[in-house]
């Protein structure tokens, strides 16, 4: 099995001559990892393609027959979780789910086979040996994924989008997924393209500092996850937020809330005392209404534009780290 390996390596080494060679060389040498990401982009758009049309169609029709379409309200009084809706909810769920997997699964990949494996065994040196330059090796490794990547994601991003346009009023209907809730979100814009560009960037990153499969690996998926988490944590003030108040209670759920108090009669804010309509408590603590900060979902785009710049701008960054890192371990000009 490693003889086959070496020969095959030998070969793609051989024939990559030329950025044609190089590119299609390194097509064979990954074409597992390739298929891999067709069939996920195929099981995506098929789940989402049918959430959009049978899926939807069938929960419809079950919300209608168990009398919940009648009722003044959507929803009330009634069961709504039936097994058209259920299934229905599952694979909207596994189709936006893919669409969140994806950075990960691309770090892993990135740090484990595109780079350390090949540092770990020869085979990037050897290619640094022939008519391929170190440099050019690293933006090969970086360019052909990357336009995968996004032309993958581009098309997932599109129908996860026209699913959620179509199925507002089930949504509604439902009570369930609000646009700003965290995979949802991402699933809907730019940002979870930049996110699968981000773990490439740290897959790469982590391979070239651990020069071994299975620690890079490890590195990359901690390293993205720890990324992920601080952006995620800062989405919420990356656009100047709106205030709602109200006299005798907290104003009405609209949007992402992202701080609530109550308010006194000098307009500090202060936390809620919670005292339950009691006026005497209130008076006590000199509290005259409420308040919520919120985004409306016209701050959609804002957020999702900020976002996306602020995750491709680290992205970037790490990409500048790996070719200085790259230079100075092979001395070569990148």
């Not at 195929?42 to 419809?60: E, I």
């Not at 599952?90 to 770090?107: D, E, H, K, Y």
């Not at 129908?159 to 089930?170: I, Q, T, V």
């Not at 901690?222 to 656009?239: D, E, I, K, N």
Request: net charge neutral; with cysteine; glycine share 10%.
């Amino acid at each position: 099995m490693t003889a086959v390996t070496t020969i095959e390596t030998s070969t793609a080494v051989a024939s990559s001559r030329g950025p044609r060679g190089l590119l299609w060389a390194m097509l064979r040498l990954h074409r597992w990892a390739l298929w891999f990401w067709v069939l996920l982009v195929v099981a995506g758009a098929g789940a989402l393609l049918w959430a959009y049309g049978p899926g939807a169609d069938a929960a419809w029709a079950e919300y209608h027959e168990t009398g919940c379409g009648s009722t003044t309200e959507p929803g009330l009084g009634c069961d709504l979780v039936g097994p058209a809706y259920s299934r229905y909810d599952t694979v909207v769920g596994i189709g936006t789910g893919i669409l969140g997997l994806v950075p990960f699964l691309t770090a892993a990949w990135a740090g484990a086979a595109l780079i350390g494996r090949e540092l770990e065994s020869g085979t990037a040196q050897l290619a640094w040996t022939q008519s391929v330059s170190p440099a050019r090796w690293l933006a090969a490794k970086l360019a052909v994924p990357a336009a995968l990547l996004a032309s993958g994601m581009l098309v997932l991003t599109l129908l996860h989008r026209m699913l959620w346009s179509a199925d507002g009023p089930l949504r509604a209907a439902m009570g369930s997924r609000s646009w700003y809730e965290g995979t949802t979100f991402e699933a809907n814009g730019t940002v979870a393209t930049s996110y699968a560009l981000l773990g490439l960037a740290v897959g790469v990153l982590a391979g070239l500092l651990q020069r071994r499969a299975l620690p890079a690996l490890g590195l990359a998926v901690v390293g993205l996850a720890l990324l992920t988490t601080v952006l995620g944590t800062l989405r919420p003030y990356l656009w100047p937020l709106e205030t709602l108040t109200n006299k005798n209670e907290y104003p009405p759920y609209i949007g992402m809330v992202v701080d609530e108090g109550a308010l006194t009669s000098t307009g500090a804010r202060v936390p809620d005392p919670i005292c339950v309509d009691d006026t005497k408590c209130l008076a006590e603590h000199d509290i005259v209404g409420f308040y919520r900060d919120y985004h409306p979902s016209s701050h959609f785009w804002p957020l999702q534009l900020v976002e996306t710049g602020i995750v491709l701008a680290v992205a970037a960054l790490l990409v500048l780290i790996a070719f200085r890192l790259l230079k100075r371990r092979t001395g070569a000009a990148v």
